[in-house]
């Protein structure tokens, strides 16, 4: 815990993040039920341990299908639907590429084509079958593996601010590295605000772009360099294209959605990571409730129309556009 100014903050590491929860009380009960919430969900949806209900579906690839709770049941659902749009960039049975490039742990490697084309046969989100009624998961296919590391932590994010909400709590923030949901804003901004740094890719973790103030927002950015390993002077980050088995590779280094939901957020991040700047800008045009920040790699920091949020530069060898 630290207290910094009337703001109180609990940390904890879970799901490999650093986790920091911000509270205007001093309530150590409250954050211990936030960080118990957190283990208790991602250990229904964790593919980085051997036993989830989602690695169960995993085991039984091929096989049979799996009984999972509602709220699993309905995230796959949701994730699936996603993947299915034409064109979609966003895939949940991406797993068996994802556990092949290892990006982010120990034995990463970029792997032979081959095994990249084999690999993405197993990846077909059309695939997995849902039994709404039996509320269960089959994954046609053996060696077929779903992977909601895009999602969880949206998905989770959005259970603490409504747990928080439920304790009748008005003003918090959640950060769930990369996630970042709220309730209201700092008691002492006027209008309420939380400030969220928009961090300089690559720089040191200080080092911000600059800062996205929000008021009970989701603020969720996704980055090419939050995970990634090099090789030969080539970089490999961690957002794969389904289509090509590789990482997504274009004008961006990041995307940040500001959204009520952080699972949207965490969704948008990824396709419009494949659509690249001109494609989201055209496509949000249609989708008010969604809100997005580009940094491209010549260092234009782009919008789509922010009303639900305000952005201000620290950086001044990045430029709005
Ligand atoms: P994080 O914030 O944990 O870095 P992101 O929300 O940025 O996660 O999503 C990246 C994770 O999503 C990867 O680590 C991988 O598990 C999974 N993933 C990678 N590529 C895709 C994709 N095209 N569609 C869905 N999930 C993906
Ligand atoms: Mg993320
Ligand atoms: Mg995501």
């Known amino acids: 815990m630290s207290a910094e100014g009337r703001v109180y903050g609990y940390s904890a590491v879970l799901m490999g993040s650093p986790i920091l929860l911000k509270l205007f009380e001093h309530n150590e009960g409250r954050a211990m039920r936030v960080f118990r919430l957190i283990k208790q969900l991602e250990t229904l949806l964790t593919v980085n341990r051997p036993h989830s209900e989602v690695m169960a579906i995993n085991h039984a690839a091929g096989d049979h299908p799996v009984v999972v709770s509602q709220p699993v049941f309905n995230l796959i659902a949701r994730a699936k639907e996603v993947s299915m749009m034409p064109g979609s960039c966003f895939n949940l049975a991406i797993g068996p590429l994802v556990k092949r490039w290892r990006i982010g742990f120990n034995g990463d490697s970029v792997p032979p084509a081959k095994e ?18 039996l509320r269960s998961v089959f994954l046609e296919k053996r060696g077929m593996e779903i992977d909601l590391g895009a999602i969880a932590k949206g998905y989770i994010a959005d259970r603490v601010r409504d747990l928080l909400r439920q304790e009748g709590v008005e003003n918090a923030l959640i950060n769930l590295g990369g996630n970042v949901q709220t309730l209201g804003g700092t008691p002492d901004s006027s209008p309420g605000s939380w400030g969220i740094g928009l961090k300089k890719p690559f720089g040191a973790p200080d080092e911000l772009i600059g800062v996205i103030n929000v008021t009970g927002k989701s603020v969720v950015t996704s980055g090419v360099y939050e995970r990634y390993f090099e ?10 294209d389904p289509h090509t088995g590789y990482p997504l590779d274009n004008e ?12 949207d957020g965490d969704i948008f991040t ?13 496509y949000l ?3 008010p409730a969604i809100e997005a920040l580009f940094v491209t790699r010549d260092r234009q920091v782009v919008f789509s129309s922010p009303r639900q949020f305000s952005f201000t530069l620290r950086d001044d060898s990045y430029h709005l556009a």
């Open 270 to 282: 990824t396709l419009l990571y494949g659509m690249g700047v001109e494609k989201s800008l055209a």
């Open 116 to 133: 990249i084309l084999a690999l993405r046969a197993l990846t077909q989100p059309q695939q997995v079958i849902l039994d709404p009624q």
């Open 231 to 240: 090789i030969q002077g080539q970089r490999y980050h961690h957002i794969l």
């Open 252 to 263: 961006l280094l990041s995307v940040t959605v500001i959204s009520d939901d952080s699972i």
């Open 285 to 287: 045009a249609d989708i």
